[in-house]
């Protein structure tokens, strides 16, 4: 008995440890979202950090994409606001760039949403903290 206990704990926890990604990702009930995910990467000019998103609706959208886009220093710093981009249809995907300081780390705090009729969901996604090049 102890080694069915014991086996089925290792199991859980290995199927658990399956679903840590590279990416925030949302995985949640929605009436309209069913995927919503944001990264940021250095881009390749001096300064810039890209953040790179993607959001798919059970449904096609009336609109869908990101509201906004919150840049901050990694200490905490409030930076600046981005607006995003939308689209309609069943799925939005994106990058936007963002030129900070180079040698400054900084992270996005991401608000993608999905409209559908009167079926309105978003969901919030900050990114990992990345160093302007």
Same mark, same amino acid.
């Given at each position: 008995?102890?080694? %069915?206990?014991?086996?089925? %704990?290792? %199991? ?122």
């Amino acid at each position: 008995m102890k080694k %069915l206990i014991s086996a089925i %704990l290792v %199991l859980t926890v290995m199927f658990s440890l399956c679903t840590i990604g590279a990416h925030a990702v949302e995985a949640r009930a929605s009436l309209t979202i069913t995927t919503a995910t944001a990264s940021a990467k250095a881009g390749s000019r001096t300064g810039e950090i890209n953040i790179t998103y993607n959001v798919r609706s059970s449904k096609s959208a009336d609109s869908i994409g990101v509201e906004s886009i919150a840049i901050y220093k990694s200490g905490g710093g409030y930076v600046t606001t981005i607006d995003g981009t939308t689209a309609n249809g069943r799925q939005h995907t994106n990058t936007t760039t963002y030129k900070g300081v180079s040698g400054t780390s900084y992270y996005a705090v991401v608000t993608l949403y999905a409209e559908v009729g009167s079926e309105y969901d978003s969901t919030t996604i900050t990114t990992s903290t990345v160093k302007a090049p």
